[in-house]
Structure formats: C-alpha cells, structure tokens
C-alpha cells in the first residue's frame, strides 16, 4: 500500500524558511513521479513543485521559483520541499503526492496523497 506522511510544517513568520519532509513507504520512489501541492482556505488544490521520475527534472509554479526548492532521496524514500523567503500568501495545507506517469500536475491529478502538513506564514 502507497502511503505517506507529511511533516515539518508549522507557524512561520514571514521571510522565514521550513522544510517540508514526506516519508513514502509501499512503493518504489524512483519510479514515480513526485509533487508538492497546497490547498489555502478558500482556494483550489495547486501544484508547487514536481519531479518526474524519467529523468528527475523538476518544475515549479511562478510562485515558489527561486524561493522552494524540491528534492527526493530514492534510497530513504524520502521527498523534501525547502521553502524560503515565505510570504502570507503561501499559507496552506501541503500535500505530498505521487503517480506513476510523468503526467503534468497541473491539469491531471496524481494518484496516491499524503494527509498534508499545514503551514502558516504570519505577516
């Protein structure tokens, strides 16, 4: 069974940094493709950042580049999310999420979830 579970999230204030972590277990990492997402109150599910497991490139939303930065470690089977330089607007439940297919998160929706982390910037 594919699970996950998210951490590291918590209050911030803003400019500050947190690192995400996502320990995986039931599958093989390296052969999924990886992602962040977040819900805001208020706001539809987006995608932050991904991994595609074919030649582990990443992307980012507009709004994270330069500030998050995404990393997977297929021998702990772990999937990180530095983010720095955290503003108001990022606050959000944050979800790891992974699917076989190198799919485009951004208009398919991954299979398997984590149960999120919330993260809270104050201004």
């Known amino acids: 069974e594919v699970q996950f579970v998210e951490s590291g999230g918590g209050l911030v204030q803003a400019g500050g940094s947190l690192r995400l972590s996502c320990a995986a277990s039931?599958?093989?990492?390296?052969?999924?493709?990886i992602g962040w997402f977040r819900h805001a109150r208020g706001k539809a599910r987006e995608a932050v950042s991904w991994v595609l497991s074919r030649d582990n490139s990443t992307y980012y939303a507009d709004y994270v580049k330069g500030r998050f930065t995404i990393s997977r470690d297929n021998a702990k089977i772990m999937v990180y999310l530095q983010m720095n330089h955290l503003k108001p607007e990022d606050t959000a439940v944050y979800y790891c999420a992974a699917d076989l297919r190198d799919i485009d998160p951004t208009k398919h929706g991954y299979a398997y979830w984590g149960q999120g982390t919330q993260v809270t910037v104050s201004s």
């Open positions: 039931g599958f093989t990492l390296d052969a999924y493709a």
